[in-house]
T-cell receptor, first 114, second 111 residues
Framework: KAGVTQTPRYLIKTRGQQVTLSCSPISGHRSVSWYQQTPGQGLQFLFEYFSETQRNKGNFPGRFSGRQFSNSRSEMNVSTLELGDSALYLC?????????????FGPGTRLTVL | EDQVTQSPEALRLQEGESSSLNCSYTVSGLRGLFWYRQDPGKGPEFLFTLYSAGEEKEKERLKATLTKKESFLHITAPKPEDSATYLCAVQASQAGTALIFGKGTTLSVSS
């Protein structure tokens, strides 16, 4: 069974640009969550999509947005990039029920903002 | 505020030297507690889910336990390949499906 895939694996952008990251969940999984991982803050929840709808959102500014397609693939967009947005962006997929279900993570996209 | 604290931050062991990692949590209604392993440059790898106090789960040299305030990850006779960062996360009733992570414990096992 294929795992969670994320593209691209590495990105270098400059301040003020925007970026789009992609995530393909495990087949059959309907929920996709996005997390930001930095050395200082650790892993922080960005948002979750289920059946093409944002079901949950963390405490990040509106520059961070996402969407989910009918095949459960998800994209995350960051506009007007800041130096502090440099991080490993991880997506996780789960079956999608409201019960406490395991989330399986992809390898991440390493974003560097110069 | 929902919070997860892991200790120690770093742990160095000799091969075969058993030890435990701690995860203390404060949440408004625990729906589940999760343990992950993360290797450098990779995404977290799922290890265990615990739902209620008294529950225990085992996998190879790892055993996770849960009380009402904390969880332990016991590592028995570790090997160098067990070296990684171990992350604890909780899912709280009022936070939906979001996982709240601790900062992790970085384990180094030398032969």
């Amino acid at each position: 069974k294929a795992g969670v895939t994320q593209t691209p694996r590495y990105l270098i952008k400059t301040r003020g640009q925007q970026v789009t990251l992609s995530c393909s969940p495990i087949s059959g999984h309907r929920s996709v969550s996005w997390y930001q991982q930095t050395p200082g803050q650790g892993l922080q929840f960005l948002f979750e999509y289920f059946s093409e709808t944002q079901r949950n959102k963390g405490n990040f500014p509106g520059r961070f947005s996402g969407r989910q397609f009918s095949n459960s693939r998800s994209e995350m967009n960051v506009s007007t990039l800041e130096l502090g947005d440099s991080a490993l962006y991880l997506c996780a997929s789960s079956l999608g029920g409201l019960a406490a279900l395991e989330q399986f993570f992809g390898p991440g996209t390493r974003l560097t903002v110069l | 505020e929902d919070q997860v604290t892991q200790s120690p931050e770093a742990l160095r062991l000799q091969e075969g030297e058993s030890s435990s990692l701690n995860c203390s949590y404060t949440v408004s209604g625990l729906r589940g507690l999760f343990w992950y392993r993360q290797d450098p440059g990779k995404g977290p790898e799922f290890l265990f889910t615990l739902y209620s106090a008294g529950e225990e789960k085992e996998k190879e040299r790892l055993k996770a336990t849960l009380t009402k305030k904390e969880s332990f990850l016991h590592i028995t006779a570790p090997k160098p390949e067990d070296s990684a960062t171990y992350l604890c996360a909780v899912q709280a009733s009022q936070a939906g499906t979001a996982l709240i992570f601790g900062k992790g414990t970085t384990l180094s096992v030398s032969s």
